[in-house]
């Protein structure tokens, strides 16, 4: 039976549990946010487990988390996270967090060959621990949060530190400890995005090549007026309305509401509320200036793509031989990244990102050799 985890929701017991934290050598990390509840998310919940405690921070209750920074930041305090990119995403985008000394325990998992790598999965196969999804697409802004969803977040964190251990062991026993640590300098090295709506976004989300002009120019408008909606009731743009319903109604076009109504995907509250802006946004994209379609990528010169191919294909031969998922060997954007420097020596692989000290001293020289015409 685990203990009850340590709510921390008040400046006093923060920097208590700072103070605590900055001592051990390496803790368990997760986040939980609302990005499925609300227009843009937050992050509701940072859960942190050491072998002493289990701590729920309340970035909520909180008006200032900034104590916490010095824990994240220091690279002798190594952070163990299961799946972390989007963690460290929240991290820094919400709190200006900078976080090092990343263990990503899934990460371990793809680099060790393991295919159930969730972290129930992990859970069970390793440690025999059941740990279900019940919760996993809960509103975590939820307040005060019941007590299913406290355990559910304090399980998230509580056996990470042994199956460390497990998977630690694992790798050294297999000679895999670089391997696996260059991988989660991969993972914790990521730009964040701009959250901002682009009107022109939906050519990138959609891919509406079947639609002709005029469709198109509705669809742009119905996206624009789906945004400011969703933003007025607080909801994520694509729970209030599906991609689907959208393009069906770019097609139809609907006139009126009787029309509008017989089109599925779009909630009664929302006909009611809003049908009269759905009419008039196909009106004004029937009457505005067509859309043009964005101007086609620039082609990639053949000798790029007949290495980029030989590069894939020897990527593809060394993560059978290896019993590993073809992007734990190199990723696709450094396979480009190679194609188009066409390097001739080891040195000249140098600065490409994704290609670290263990990759190139790893398969360096196959890579040049690839690019060369060695197959």
């Known amino acids: ?50 072998p002493e ?8 209750a909180l008006a200032d988390l ?31 967090f900078d976080v090092d000394g990343v263990f990503d325990t899934m990460a371990a998992a793809r680099v060790l060959g393991y ?7 992990m859970l069970e196969d390793l440690l025999g621990i059941r740990h279900g999804k019940k919760h996993q697409k809960a509103d975590w802004a939820r ?10 977040a304090q399980m998230d964190t509580h056996y990470l530190l042994r199956l460390y251990d497990a998977l630690r062991a694992e790798l050294d026993a297999a000679d895999r400890l670089d391997e696996a640590y260059e991988y989660f300098d991969d993972v914790a090295r990521f730009e ?26 509705v669809l742009r408008e119905l996206c624009i007026l789906r945004d400011e909606l969703a933003q007025s009731v607080d909801q994520p743009p694509q729970r209030l309305i599906g991609k689907s319903t959208l393009l069906q109604i770019a097609k139809l076009q609907p006139r009126s509401l009787k029309q509008l109504r017989a089109i599925r995907g779009l909630p009664a509250w929302l006909l009611r509320q809003s049908g009269d802006e759905f ?36 990527r593809k031969r060394t993560a059978v031989a290896r019993g590993v998922e073809s992007d734990v060997i190199i990723s696709r954007d ?41 197959g």
Not at 115 to 121: P, T
Not at 288 to 301: A, D, F, K, M
Not at 346 to 373: D, F, H, K, M, Q
């Open 1 to 50: 039976m685990l203990a009850a985890a340590k709510t921390i929701d008040d400046s006093r017991a923060l920097a208590a549990a700072v103070q605590r934290l900055s001592a051990q050598p390496r803790i368990a990390c997760d986040t939980e946010s609302n990005s499925l509840h609300a227009y843009r998310g937050t992050t509701c919940l940072i859960q942190i487990s050491t």
């Open 53 to 60: 405690e289990d701590l729920l921070i309340d970035p909520l």
């Open 66 to 96: 900034s104590p916490l920074a010095s824990v994240f930041s220091d690279p002798a305090i190594e952070k163990i996270f299961h799946a972390a990119e989007y963690d460290l995403i929240c991290l820094k985008r919400d709190f200006d």
């Open 115 to 121: 295919r159930r790598i969730g972290l129930g999965n």
């Open 143 to 152: 307040r005060p949060l019941p007590a299913s969803y406290r355990r559910y």
């Open 192 to 217: 964040l995005k701009s959250e901002d709506f682009d009107p022109d976004g939906f050519w990138g989300l959609f891919r509406p090549n079947a639609l002709d002009r005029r469709q198109i120019a």
């Open 279 to 314: 009419i008039q946004a196909v009106k004004h994209g029937l009457a505005s200036r067509v859309t043009r379609r964005p101007p086609p990528q620039e082609p990639i010169p053949q000798p790029i793509v007949d290495r980029y191919s030989a590069l894939h294909s020897w």
């Open 334 to 374: 450094a396979l480009w990244a190679i194609a188009r420097r066409n390097p001739r020596s080891l040195a000249e692989l140098g600065g490409i990102r994704g290609l670290g000290p263990w990759r190139r001293r790893t398969y360096g020289e196959a890579l040049v050799s690839v690019v060369n015409g060695g």
